[in-house]
T-cell receptor, first 111, second 115 residues
Framework: GQQLNQSPQSMFIQEGEDVSMNCTSSSIFNTWLWYKQEPGEGPVLLIALYKAGELTSNGRLTAQFGITRKDSFLNISASIPSDVGIYFCAGQTNTGNQFYFGTGTSLTVIP | DAGVIQSPRHEVTEMGQEVTLRCKPISGHNSLFWYRQTMMRGLELLIYFNNNVPIDDSGMPEDRFSAKMPNASFSTLKIQPSEPRDSAVYFC?????????????FGEGSRLTVL
């Protein structure tokens, strides 16, 4: 299957700091999705991106669809303790409608 | 609107027993996906259906695993016989291919423990 490289694998930050994570693929995607998963729950969709270069915000979260269509970025501004969780990227090619997932970024916010 | 509904939320069983996990996708969604999540392997796609038809089952680990989607509102994932290495969280997700926004929505998962 497709390989999505997500980095960093984990982050420990102080409350109030900004966070950046990214996802890269060996293939071109036509959709990028970003999810957050909390313990004992399913992944929850945060942001969806559909066009190269697209920049979309959801509150303190901002995600971008890379120009090459092989990468995407998620930024969280002014982190708060409830941002703690695992963040996943997911991509979809135009040859099928299955979604490929990154390995996740575990975020810990220290109050 | 109701999201993706999975049952059971938790299942503990003994090796060799049959396990059946159930999923009700979001109404109107025509694609359904079964994923398995473990610490070691992350989220793995097992199988997905379009319009109730299995499209790609290459992720199904072995013949002990089977999935069905008899209608647009119900799917099952069955493991028979179960083994300890099947212990994981199994997620069902659904999406629509008939709209521009192909977003994927997950259920809360079924945590399986095989002793």
């Amino acid at each position: 299957g497709q390989q999505l490289n997500q980095s960093p694998q984990s982050m420990f930050i102080q409350e109030g700091e900004d966070v950046s994570m990214n996802c890269t693929s060996s293939s071109i995607f036509n959709t990028w999705l970003w999810y957050k998963q909390e313990p004992g729950e399913g992944p929850v969709l945060l942001i969806a991106l559909y066009k190269a270069g697209e920049l979309t915000s959801n509150g303190r979260l901002t995600a971008q669809f890379g120009i090459t269509r092989k990468d995407s970025f998620l930024n969280i501004s002014a982190s708060i303790p409830s941002d703690v969780g695992i963040y996943f990227c997911a991509g979809q090619t135009n040859t099928g409608n299955q979604f490929y997932f990154g390995t996740g970024t575990s975020l810990t916010v220290i109050p | 609107d109701a999201g993706v509904i999975q049952s059971p939320r938790h299942e503990v069983t003994e090796m060799g027993q049959e396990v059946t996990l159930r999923c009700k996708p979001i109404s109107g969604h025509n694609s359904l996906f079964w994923y398995r999540q473990t610490m070691m392997r992350g989220l793995e796609l097992l199988i997905y259906f379009n319009n109730n038809v299995p499209i790609d089952d290459s992720g199904m680990p072995e013949d002990r695993f089977s999935a069905k989607m008899p209608n647009a509102s119900f799917s099952t994932l069955k493991i028979q016989p179960s083994e300890p290495r099947d212990s994981a969280v199994y997620f069902c997700a659904s999406s629509s291919t008939t709209t521009y926004t192909g977003e994927l929505f997950f259920g809360e998962g079924s945590r399986l423990t095989v002793l």
